[in-house]
């Protein structure tokens, strides 16, 4: 998990560098954006971004107001919250998630996350 952690970081920090010149440029690699991943009209979605032999990555987006209902993760588990406002909420506390947050989510502990506004979020596993 510290691998794909560890990837994670790179690849977010990397997409979210500002360009210095002007210049026109031609993307010669497919680029992805998580806005296409999510094409039906549900208010919780879940993709696999990808799945590793340690672990997967999922973009999981969730419509304002709706929520991920309560459940358990049999692993533990990174949330990052990509864009939107959300609330992680578990036994212990909860806390409100925006672009850049994220929160730790322990092996076998109840939690769930609710929508303020339409949201995106990664999840490492």
Sequence with gaps: MKKLTFLLVIVLFMGCKKK?????????????????????DKAVQTQLLLNAKEGKVVSLQIASGKQLKEHVSKVPALLLCVTGKGI????????TLEPGDYVIIKKDVKHQVDALTDSNFILVK
């Design 20 to 40: 210095e010149n002007n210049t026109t440029e031609t993307n010669s690699y497919p680029k992805m954006n998580l806005k296409n991943l999510h094409t039906e």
């Design 88 to 95: 992680y909420r578990e036994a212990s506390g909860k806390t």
